[in-house]
Nanobody, 118 residues
């Protein structure tokens, strides 16, 4: 059974940092394109970052470039998102997602809430 479990969210002041984790089971994250998406209060889903199966290509939405870093630890089958220089507009529920081999998102976790506020 495929499962994705996010953790690491919390309340942080503007300018602060967090590291989000996504523990995967039931498949190997090294074999699939993995992403982080987020949903701000009252808004739709926004793709934030992705990493290809080989781990050689990382992509980011423009609003987080230079502040967010996606990574993974294959031995732990865990995906990470390091988020620095947080802004209030980064407040959202963050989800990690798995893509199937045909370019479609097929699994996601329950999310972890990041709140940026002074």
């Amino acid at each position: 059974e495929v499962q994705l479990v996010e953790s690491g969210g919390g309340l942080v002041q503007p300018g602060g940092s967090l590291r989000l984790s996504c523990a995967a089971s039931g498949f190997a994250i090294s074999s699939y394109y993995m992403t982080w998406v987020r949903q701000a209060p009252g808004k739709g889903l926004e793709w934030v970052s992705g990493v290809n199966s080989g781990g050689t290509t990382e992509t980011y939405v423009d609003s987080v470039k230079g502040r967010f870093t996606i990574s993974r630890e294959n031995a732990k089958n865990t995906l990470y998102l390091q988020i620095n220089s947080l802004k209030p507009e980064d407040t959202a529920v963050y989800y990690c997602t798995k893509y199937n081999g045909r370019g479609a998102m097929d699994y996601w976790g329950k999310g972890t809430l990041v709140t940026v506020s002074s």
